[in-house]
């Protein structure tokens, strides 16, 4: 009872520090100095900085938003409101953290990768707008066109050099045949069920035997 519940006051403190960011979050939108970033988990909304017309060219506002409906499409809001409960679930494990910024992260390279399949020669333009954006608030319920920390923001901008990749044959069958490797020394690796060491069969001993002892010549 006690560890069930510190997991439960663990997930409840989890999810209210998450409800605070996105109250900071709207907070700096009501003041007009959040965003770009699509808020939402059925119905996304494009929320933008108020001085984003001063900011931004109109070529490099048409590239935020194609990077923002971009996550419309893929389902990013939704896949993100998941990944929120997740970890609220296992606040306890840092692996969990970990993984879903790395998540969270690979979502804005896949839609900086879809506009740039869209506008193959607008790099330095849209390399141009991630560079004037300011982070805000981080979002639980959304999809955040700025990243914190400079080191994520060099990521981004190396990656729009690198070309587009789509994967081909020979692409699916290495991940399917890593996928079948993986599972069988998954299978073959697993301890014997105690069913199956009930029906093992028992070994026979292949004993010799002895002849008979001659009679007693007494």
Request: hydrophobic share 50%; aromatic share 8%.
């Amino acid at each position: 009872m006690i560890v069930l519940a510190i997991w439960i006051s663990g997930a409840i403190v989890s999810a209210g520090l998450m409800l605070s960011a996105q109250a900071r979050f709207f907070d700096q939108a009501r003041r007009g100095v959040a965003g770009p970033a699509v808020v939402g988990v059925i119905i996304g909304r494009l929320v933008m900085p108020a001085d984003s017309a001063d900011r931004w060219s109109i070529e490099e506002r048409a590239a935020i938003r194609d990077h923002e409906r971009a996550h419309l499409e893929r389902g990013d809001l939704r896949v993100n409101a998941l990944a929120a409960l997740l970890q609220c679930l296992f606040w306890w494990n840092p692996f969990a953290h970990l993984g879903i910024t790395w998540f969270r992260f690979d979502q804005e390279l896949a839609c900086d990768a879809a506009v740039m399949a869209q506008r193959p020669g607008r790099r330095r333009l849209y390399a141009e707008a991630l560079l004037k954006a300011v982070p805000t608030a981080p979002l639980a319920f959304g999809c955040g066109w700025t990243t914190a920390g400079v080191g994520a923001l060099a990521t981004r901008l190396d990656s729009l050099r690198l070309p587009r990749h789509t994967p081909d044959m020979k692409d699916r069958l290495t991940i399917l045949a890593f996928a079948l490797t993986t599972a069988t020394v998954a299978w073959a690796v697993q301890p014997a069920s105690a069913e199956r060491q009930r029906l093992k069969p028992t070994p026979v001993l292949n004993l010799r035997l002895l002849p008979p002892a001659p009679p007693d010549a007494s």
